[in-house]
């Protein structure tokens, strides 16, 4: 069992363009989409379309519109009232894969409502093998929130507790780091430059700098670090060493998800007990799959790329 913790959920509303975007004039758009969406959410869409046991907790008010949106993608779920409805975002996409986000801020949710999720994540993560806590937190909502919820996860269930894997960027991602040591982090480049105050800007060598950066936090900080490089692959280092994989060749048509992706892709291997180098080319190969896919669509089996991921130890 995995299970996700999407604190602030979106209704996410997807519009395609058969031209580049061009701020100021006004354009048709070729279709429109509307997903449940929320870091969380996605993981566990692609966690569910590959036949894991997964369940996905979330706040959500009972009149809010994005109850039929959640109902349509039939996951599992366990909801925690809240008053406030979820916000919504707004992604345009182009033919080239250009992706262009507006995010609108959530709902700032109360201290017993704060309270009430993470009882529930707590109770629902009794036997799970992992919990991911992903995506970006309301306005209002303390930083330390995650880590909070890490420390109430190990202290109810000692050496039974899940793993657990943390997929957020700025004061929540930083304060999870320095106050938890979640088992596993997923930052992308430039949120792994703002946990760590280097730059990233490295071209060809993006893996090898970003390995070096992660190494200063594996594992007296981490557990692991796995690093999402977009059409650069994407590295991992835990206590075993460093690991660099290459993505197969792709067309990009909307990166929307793909980081979700590539951390569920992570966690379907290591559930099936592969090892380093499995785990980040099936990060790779599902982060792939779903930049070639429309909108906000997750990849299925079928989607996956079968060419091999090269991966090599660095």
Not at 24 to 30: E, K, S
Not at 96 to 116: F, H, R, W, Y
Not at 253 to 261: F, H, I, K, L, P
């Amino acid at each position: 069992m995995i299970i996700t913790v999407t604190v602030n959920p979106s209704l996410d509303r997807t519009i395609v363009l058969d031209a580049p975007l061009r701020p100021g004039a006004v354009q048709a758009a070729v279709s429109a989409r509307e997903d449940a969406g929320g870091k969380g959410i996605n993981v566990a869409r692609v966690l569910a379309a590959a036949g894991e046991e997964t369940l996905a907790v979330l706040p959500l008010a009972d009149d809010d519109p994005y109850l039929a949106a959640l109902a349509a993608q039939h996951l599992p779920v366990r909801t925690v009232p809240v008053r406030g409805h979820c916000r919504a975002n707004i992604t345009v996409t182009d033919p080239a894969g250009v992706t262009t986000k507006l995010n609108l801020p959530g709902a700032t949710p109360s201290a017993g409502e704060l309270e009430a999720l993470q009882a529930a994540v707590v109770e629902a993560a009794e036997g799970a093998r992992w919990v991911v806590l992903a995506g970006s937190l309301p306005p209002g909502v303390p930083d330390d929130l995650y880590a909070g919820i890490i420390r109430a996860l190990r202290s109810r269930w000692g050496q039974a507790a899940p793993r657990v894997a943390v997929d957020a960027s700025g004061p929540a991602l930083r304060a999870a780091v320095a106050d938890a040591r979640p088992d596993l982090i997923k930052p992308n480049d430039d949120e792994l430059a703002e946990l760590s105050g280097i730059a990233l800007d490295a071209g060809d060598d993006a893996a090898r700098v970003a390995a070096g950066i992660a190494r200063a936090l594996v594992p007296g900080r981490v557990g692991a670090v796995l690093v999402t490089l977009g059409g650069r692959g994407a590295v991992l280092v835990d206590a075993t060493g460093a690991y660099a994989a290459e993505p197969p060749q792709t067309r990009v048509r909307s990166t929307v998800g793909a980081g979700d992706s590539s951390l569920a892709g992570y966690l379907l291997a290591e559930s099936a007990g592969g090892g380093p180098a499995a785990c980040v080319a099936s990060a790779v190969r599902h982060g792939s799959a779903a930049a070639s896919l429309p909108g906000t669509m997750v990849p299925r089996p079928a989607d996956l790329p079968a060419a091999d991921i090269p991966v090599a130890r660095i």
